[in-house]
C-alpha cells in the first residue's frame, strides 16, 4: 500500500473529468484499511472512497485523500433447498456479481444486471432496475468505522433503505467504509416481468417464459439500447433521480398533460424523470462540451473536454427549467464533489 500525491482522476471516473486529488491510495485487502485508517494522510483529511467511479462527477480538485476500493471475492455462506447466502466484496464489479448468481441458476438480482458500479455502491444507492431493487435481497453490509477502524456489520433493516438512498448516504455519511456485503438469493425461480419495457422485450422476442438467463440478457439488451457506453462519451448513467408525487399533484399534472407516464407505488406516484427533462426540450441538446443523450434524457454527457464545473452547470439549468415547467424539483443521483 502507498499513498501518493496529486493523483489524476481522470482514468477513474466515467464522466473522463480531470481532477486531483491531494493524497490517492488502493486497498486490495481489509487489513490495508485498518492501516490506513491509523495515518495522519487518512485520519487529518477529508476522506472520498471511490469504487468504479460511475456514479460521481468531480466538480474540482479533491483537498483529501481518495481510498480506490480494490477488495474483490465472491463465496457462497450458506445454502439450502431454497435459498443461498452470497458473499461478495465491495470492490468487485457489480455485473459480475450477477453474472455469477445467474450462472448458479440463483434468482433476485437478473433485473439489475450491467448496473454499473461496485458491490460497495450497492447498498449506498439501493440499486434498483426494472422492477427490482437490491433491498429486496440484501441480507447484510459489513463496514468499517471511518474514525475508530472497529467493524460493525448492518443487517438490512438497519441500512435506512429507500429509493435510491441508505443509511450510508444520510445519517452515516462518510463514516463508513463498505467492505463487504452478503445476499440471499433464491434457487426457486421467483421472476419479476411485471415492469412495461422488460414485458414488452420479451414478448417482441417471443420469449413467453424465460428462464434466468434469458431476463438477465433481456435486460443487458435494452440497457445497452438506452444508455451511452461511458468508454465511447463520458457520462455517469442516470444523473437525476425520478420524482415522486402525491395523487393530487399527479391528477393536476394530467389535466395538463395527459400523455404523462407514471407509475403507482404505494401510497404516492412515480414520474419518469426522463420524461419531464425531454418535455422541457432538453433531449439530445448539446451545450458547448456538455450535453444531454440523445437517446435517454436522464442521462447528461461529456462530449470531450468539458470540466465538472460545466456538467454541473448544465445540469443545474435541467432542474431549473423542470421546476418551471411543472414546478418539481429533480435530485441529482450522482455524487457531486
Known amino acids: 500500500m502507498k499513498i501518493l500525491r496529486d493523483f489524476d482522476l481522470k482514468p477513474l471516473n466515467t464522466f473522463g473529468i480531470s481532477a486531483k486529488a491531494r493524497f490517492f491510495v488502493e486497498i486490495r485487502a481489509e487489513a490495508e484499511f485498518k492501516e490506513l485508517s491509523s495515518l495522519p494522510e487518512f485520519k487529518e483529511n477529508e476522506k472520498l472512497f471511490l469504487g468504479s467511479g460511475s456514479n460521481v462527477l468531480f466538480t474540482k480538485d479533491f483537498s483529501g485523500i481518495v481510498v480506490l476500493n480494490k477488495l474483490t471475492g465472491v463465496e457462497v455462506l450458506h445454502e439450502d433447498n431454497e435459498n443461498t447466502l452470497v458473499r461478495a466484496m465491495s470492490g468487485e464489479v457489480w455485473h459480475d456479481l450477477v453474472c455469477f448468481a445467474v450462472e448458479r441458476g440463483l434468482w433476485g438480482i437478473e433485473n439489475l444486471s450491467l448496473i454499473p458500479g461496485t458491490v460497495g455502491a450497492a447498498p449506498m444507492q439501493n440499486i434498483g432496475a426494472y422492477g427490482a431493487e437490491l433491498k429486496n435481497t440484501l441480507e447484510s453490509v459489513e463496514a468499517y468505522n471511518v474514525k475508530t477502524g472497529e467493524k460493525r456489520i448492518f443487517a438490512r433493516d438497519e441500512c435506512g433503505l429507500g429509493y435510491r438512498d441508505s443509511i450510508f ?118 451545450v458547448g462540451n456538455t450535453g444531454v443523450h440523445e437517446r435517454q434524457a436522464l442521462v447528461v454527457v461529456n462530449h470531450g473536454g468539458a470540466t465538472g464545473a460545466e456538467i454541473k452547470s448544465l445540469a443545474e439549468r435541467i432542474i431549473a427549467s423542470v421546476h418551471t415547467k411543472f414546478d418539481l424539483i429533480l435530485t441529482p443521483e450522482v455524487n457531486l464533489i
Do not use: H
Not at 172 to 184: E, S
Not at 219 to 241: E, H, M, Q, T, Y
Not at 248 to 270: A, I, N, R, S
Open 169 to 286: 448516504k444520510n445519517e452515516l455519511k462518510d463514516k463508513y467504509f463498505i467492505t463487504a456485503i452478503t445476499l440471499r438469493l433464491s434457487k426457486i425461480p421467483k421472476k419479476n416481468l411485471e415492469y412495461k419495457i422488460l414485458k414488452n422485450y420479451l414478448t417482441e422476442k417471443n420469449i413467453i417464459n424465460p428462464n434466468l438467463k434469458e431476463i438477465s440478457e433481456a435486460v443487458c439488451s435494452i440497457r445497452r439500447s438506452k444508455l451511452p457506453d461511458p468508454k465511447v462519451i463520458g457520462n455517469a448513467g442516470s444523473f437525476f433521480k425520478n420524482v415522486f408525487v402525491n395523487e393530487e399533484k399527479q391528477q393536476e399534472l394530467l389535466k395538463q398533460y395527459p400523455d404523462m407516464p407514471f407509475f403507482k407505488e404505494g401510497g404516492v406516484v412515480k414520474i419518469p424523470a426522463g420524461w419531464l427533462i425531454e418535455k422541457c426540450g432538453w433531449k439530445g441538446k448539446r
